[in-house]
């Protein structure tokens, strides 16, 4: 079993010092899912929700909270992204979020791409709860990662 990093040797919680790592090019893509009913999706995709362009608030929201994530994560590091998108796909009864996040740095952007898909669902279920309350947020889940010691890695099927 790997050690975890995040606990010093008495097991106290600590922040990981990077300082010394190598700066690599790194990228992180999560994707997750938000369900719900043909009338709130339809509302979405046709641009017709009561607090107005769903995708557009939602897609500003993701991005700001993964510039945030530090302040939302307690032992993450705050990081200079290169970039980060957020993009939606809409698909038979939901709304799918990816998220990238990417930079050149000492630690890696996972935690920022899976905040942002996060923040994104959780404001497209703000932005629709007026046409549907019962919507379902799940799968949130990193797709990808690259850079790093620990390489490259690709989420199971």
Not at 115 to 142: H, N, Q, W
Request: hydrophobic residues 45%; neutral net charge; contains cysteine.
């Amino acid at each position: 079993m790997n050690k975890l990093t995040h606990l010093d040797e008495s097991g106290q919680a600590r922040m990981v010092d990077v300082g010394g790592k190598a700066e690599t090019r790194r990228v992180a893509v999560a994707s997750g899912r938000i369900r719900m009913s043909a009338e709130a999706l339809s509302a979405i995709r046709d641009g017709n929700a009561p607090k107005g362009d769903v995708l557009a608030a939602a897609r500003i929201a993701g991005i700001m909270a993964a510039k945030k994530t530090a302040e939302l994560i307690p032992l993450c590091h705050p990081l200079a992204l290169d970039s980060v998108t957020v993009d939606f796909t809409i698909e038979a009864d939901a709304v799918r979020a990816t998220a990238t996040a990417s930079l050149s740095g000492r630690t890696g952007v996972e935690m920022e791409a899976m905040t942002a898909c996060s923040i994104a669902l959780l404001t497209i279920y703000d932005m629709a709860k007026a046409v549907d309350k019962a919507m379902i947020i799940e799968g949130v889940r990193l797709l990808s990662k690259s850079g790093g010691k620990s390489g490259d890695w690709v989420a199971p099927e």
